[in-house]
């Protein structure tokens, strides 16, 4: 059954885009200048002429442009042709809070629509503990009581990586979020990004409803159809990957300075946005300065492992 399709949210007025301005390092999180947006961070490479072809693996990166103001304004990037992706527009700002549930919303639905759960993740959840619970007053048979252990061990790990993704992204911005299914972090089987690149970033008031906005991005998903054409995956290992501040402090995740995004491997690329009504007048144009060399990728020191009834 399709999702709902989203509630008439208000727009919020974007009190802080989502983009890091100027040299500090001291403080990684702070809010930007309104009316930027996110860019990819990353070496930035001069722009490719127009009879160039483009790699259909990879998502361009483009330098900064001077916008109307004298601001810079940096390029969004965009998928390459033969790449598959799904594009979400928001009408309006959403907080960095709606940033980090999208992130674990999509984590969840890939884990399920990929075969790695048996069930979607709040019912297995909650199959999983009434399971527990009977199990304390019922004898279970042995291969019943190895399901349960398989499962809450699941459970136990995935659980682990969404709270320390919701410290992540209380950090510092996170810009795009891995999903590596199957072979290793540098050959994955499967790779799903979620870019924020192009996400104003808003205060909890002035921004929209986190839910109406979930919605908004599975109803989406449902409409591109992106998994029903794909061949079952055997039960596989899961790394969560993500892009955020050399110095923002966080204990959990893994730096990897060197890291490049795979290029083989089957890629669907999910690109979150913001338009509407937006306040980009809030304080006046500043001269955009890059920082993005101090965005470094993390990885999650665990392995989430698939798991079938």
């Known amino acids: 059954m399709a999702p709902a399709p989203p509630e008439d949210a208000r727009g919020g007025r974007c009190a802080a885009p989502m983009m890091p301005c100027g040299g500090g390092h001291s403080n990684p ?17 001069p722009p490719a002429r127009a009879t160039s072809p483009t790699s259909p693996l990879l998502i361009a990166e ?29 009408p309006g700002a959403v907080s960095r809070e709606s940033c980090c549930r999208f992130a674990c919303e999509f984590l969840k639905h890939v884990l399920h629509q990929r075969h790695q759960l048996p069930l979607p993740y709040e019912q297995l959840a909650y199959f999983c ?23 809450q061990q699941v459970l136990m790990e995935l659980e682990g990586v969404l ?10 911005l996170v810009p795009r979020v891995l999903i590596l299914l199957g072979g290793n972090v540098m050959s994955p089987k499967e790779l799903y990004e979620l870019n924020l690149e192009g996400i104003c970033e808003g205060s909890a008031e002035e921004s929209l409803k986190t839910a109406s906005c979930v919605r908004k991005l599975f109803h989406s998903l449902f409409v591109a159809d992106v ?9 596989t290992g899961t790394v969560v990957m993500l892009q955020g501040h050399r110095d923002c402090g966080v204990d959990w995740f893994r730096p990897k300075l060197n890291y ?3 290029t083989r491997g089957r890629k669907l690329t999910v690109n979150l946005s913001c338009d509407g009504d937006i306040n980009i007048t809030a304080s006046p144009p500043q001269h955009m300065v890059s920082t993005w060399e ?5 990885q999650a020191p ?8």
């Open 62 to 90: 483009a330098p900064p442009a001077l916008d109307g103001s004298g601001g810079m304004r940096p390029r969004r990037s965009g998928p390459a042709a033969g790449c598959p992706s799904v594009s979400v527009v928001f």
């Open 227 to 235: 998994f029903s054409e794909l061949k079952a995956l055997p039960v």
């Open 163 to 172: 709270q320390h993704l919701e410290i992540m992204f209380s950090l510092t």
């Open 302 to 309: 665990v392995t989430l492992k698939g798991f079938h009834e």
């Open 129 to 151: 503990r009434r399971a527990a619970q009977d199990g304390d007053v019922i004898k279970n048979p042995p291969s019943m009581d190895l399901a349960s252990k398989k499962c």
């Open 29 to 45: 999180s702070r809010p930007l200048s309104a009316g930027q947006k996110m860019a990819a961070p990353g070496v930035a490479v």
């Open 260 to 262: 490049k995004v795979p």
């Open 294 to 298: 101090d965005y470094v990728w993390f």
